[in-house]
């Protein structure tokens, strides 16, 4: 059993507070004064939350780019001992095809993370309502312009729905994995039926990982374990184009059958996702949602025994090939191995206001700040968007990708797997578009603290 240091992980590592604090902004930063910047990051050091703080008002938490580094010190070569994707950044033409990014997600075409508006810093901001939000914003504001070193190139506002849907209308946040040492398991099981408990070292740098490996540190010439106790953020802003999706779903159920209803098109688009609206898993509910209008984080399934073929979660689902369990291969103890090797923890949240009708396109920008922490980006989250979400040969399937976040090709199809033959339903148009992102790096509190020195200095 891991022994985690707590008072040196950051808190959003451990927990996405958003149960206690629904609100958030995320600051996009950049350094214009590297002196005054490392005076600024010595100020808001006091503020940045850790895994044993119980705070009840905020919390705060702070990340870094690969170019931010080398500003505060960090020099080329101390670099190479980070993450090879870290360091090149999320829109080289090698993390652009891994990760799908072209047409209208072509870096290019984002609003925040290319090279024409690179960031810095990600500092992340929680609150328990938004006058408290408000209170810390303009007190983190202040202390811009007092440091003469930050510029504030956006702030991003997210948050969690009351029913913790997101704007495809579907629970969001079921089935996450836990961390090993942090009694998470328990917790969670008594919520959903089952956990899934990985070794700290998937998530948290210095720890033993599900490889029975230590991964190596990233280090400095002063500091040889800079990277204990730290981990790597993934940052995607994910537009979701509501409207094209379940005007497509309802030009699709009427396709198939002419008399369609509104609860057919709530499965089609459930058999999308793998899950009904409240998150019940279709596997397990292949007719209806057993919880309408409600939610059901029931998350005690798995796919070789009860659901081999796909025909109640289809193969290609969202959900399952995200997340593929015991199905990857024909032998489901070695499914479920390597299937662990590959997760992540999401910590993302939506953004924009609920659309009051799915069927007509509004005009406002919604969806998901997608945020996700692993210790290792090529072996998980990227191997998860190239291996599974974007891969054509998927499993037994051909010429496919993810439903829902998908790569679109010429003509994209998806399969309903059924008897006596399957259900292929084509032309899926992109319903979601990539609008910024980047790879950051979290710091333990030490580490964060080493950025603050002036090389040279003890």
């Not at 451990?14 to 214009?32: D, E, G, H, Q, V």
């Not at 793998?274 to 007719?287: F, K, L, Q, T, V």
């Not at 006596?420 to 603290?449: C, D, E, Q, S």
């Amino acid at each position: 059993m891991a022994s985690l240091n707590f008072p040196d992980i950051q808190g959003f590592v451990l927990s996405s507070y958003a149960t206690k604090m629904p609100c958030a902004n995320y600051f996009l930063l950049k350094i214009t004064d590297v002196k005054n910047c490392r005076a600024w990051l010595l100020q808001v050091l006091p503020d940045i939350t850790t895994g044993t703080d119980r705070k009840n008002d905020f919390s705060l938490n702070i990340a870094f780019t690969s170019p931010a580094l080398k500003q505060l010190g960090i020099t080329d070569k101390e670099l190479t001992t980070f993450s090879p994707a870290f360091q090149e950044g999320m829109i080289t033409a090698t993390r652009q095809q891994i990760l799908g990014d072209t047409g209208n997600s072509d870096p290019k075409n984002w609003a925040w993370g290319n090279e024409q508006y690179s960031v810095d810093i990600l500092l992340l901001l929680f609150a328990i309502d938004e006058t408290m939000l408000q209170k810390r914003v303009d007190i983190l504001k202040n202390t811009f312009v007092a440091a003469s070193g930050i510029d504030l190139l956006q702030i991003l506002a997210a948050g969690r729905q009351p029913d913790s849907k997101e704007h495809f209308g579907f629970l969001d946040g079921v089935g996450q994995p836990t961390i090993e040492g942090t009694g998470q398991k328990e917790r969670q099981k008594n919520r959903t039926g089952h956990a899934t408990e990985l070794k700290a070292g998937e998530f948290v740098l210095g720890y033993e990982n599900e490889m029975q490996k230590v991964d190596p540190l990233p280090a400095t010439g002063t500091m040889p374990e800079f990277g204990r106790n730290g981990t790597y953020l993934v940052f995607r802003q994910m537009e979701q184009h509501v409207y094209d999706f379940w005007n497509y779903v309802k030009t699709t159920a009427n396709s198939i059958n002419t008399q369609s209803s509104i609860k057919d098109q709530e499965k089609l688009a459930a058999k999308m996702v793998g899950r009904w609206p409240s998150g019940a898993p279709i596997s397990e509910y292949p007719d209806s949602d057993p919880a309408p209008g409600s939610t059901n984080e029931e998350n005690n399934f798995s796919y070789a025994t009860a659901d081999p073929s796909g025909f109640g979660c289809p193969i290609g689902a969202h959900i399952r090939r995200t997340n593929p369990r015991d199905s990857l291969f024909d032998d489901p103890d070695m499914s479920t191995l390597t299937v662990r090797r590959h997760r992540i923890i999401r910590r993302g949240r939506s953004y924009g206001d609920r659309t009051q009708d799915v069927y007509t396109d509004d005009g406002k920008s919604r969806g998901l700040h997608f945020i996700c922490i692993n210790s290792n980006i090529e072996r998980q989250f990227e191997f998860i968007q190239q291996s599974w979400v974007n891969n054509l040969g998927f499993s037994t399937l051909d010429h496919e990708t993810d439903p829902l976040v998908g790569q679109r090709n010429d003509n994209s199809v998806y399969s309903l797997q059924g008897c006596p033959a399957r259900t292929r339903i084509h032309n899926l148009p992109n319903f979601v578009t990539i609008k910024g992102g980047a790879y950051f790096f979290m710091p333990g509190m030490a580490a964060l603290k080493e950025l603050t020195r002036e090389p040279g200095t003890v």
